[in-house]
């Protein structure tokens, strides 16, 4: 055991997941086996909600699942939510009117359902398999839900996170552009990363983010690598990712995550 860490932390899409595949490999399975056998405290670090996070937090070696890029942690041992942080109603309706009058689709999560404007297309490879799990925005008030997370589907997210960050600052609401991605951005409640949401479980746990290790591949994994004990990038990861990690492992389609926890003594 590598007893300067207490907790490996991962990604899961492009880190544990090759893109557009949903089953671990043996490899990995191992890994979380090997890791809580030898004391670790596993996380799952992930964009994903408990919507589209499917099988994933069923794994008995996983201890918590930090969902929605930081807006919320839970126990998979209890299925409690021990922490969250949600866009505001208010703030919701004023980015809902910004949306329809630019028509922009939209997704988001609460804890109930997942929600989607007629615009957002539901059928792609990351959503088809869980739609059931996701209604009409117009319901959502109806449902008494929360709004950890919203989704854009754009082919210009830099401009358009610039355009809506600025929106956010002009009408003075608790909402940021928490990443973007070639077809897509995230918003969030404002000052909210997966970094944040690391640092609240650590608090709760009495675990430094110096204790901590991390996997990830994308950018919204940059704030989580730069914080942590020991950010490692995934070789099939974006180059500004590579660049705020301190070291980089073979690619996900290659167990990357399994090979550099095993040549640095985590388990055998």
Known sequence: MNTKYKMVVFDIDGT???????????????????LKEAGYINVLCSGRDIFT????IHNPYVDYFV???????????????IFEEVINYEDFLKFRKYAQDNELAFS????????????FDINTWFYYPYKDKFISEKEFESQDDKNYLITISTTKPEEWAKKLNDFFNK??????????WNSGIFLSARGITK???LNMLGDILDIKLKEMVAFGDSENDIEMLKHVGLGVALGNGEDITKDAADLICLPVTEDGPYFKLKEMGFYD
């Open 195 to 197: 970094a944040v949401g």
């Open 53 to 56: 996070v499917g099988n994933q």
């Open 67 to 81: 969902g929605a890029n930081g807006t919320f942690i839970l126990d998979l041992k209890t299925n409690e939510y």
């Open 16 to 34: 544990l997941l090759p893109f557009g595949v949903t089953e671990l490999s043996e490899r990995t399975k191992e890994m979380f086996k090997k």
């Open 108 to 119: 988001f999560v609460g804890n109930k359902w997942g929600y989607y404007n007629e615009l």
């Open 171 to 180: 009408n003075n609401m608790n909402m940021w552009v928490l990443a973007t």
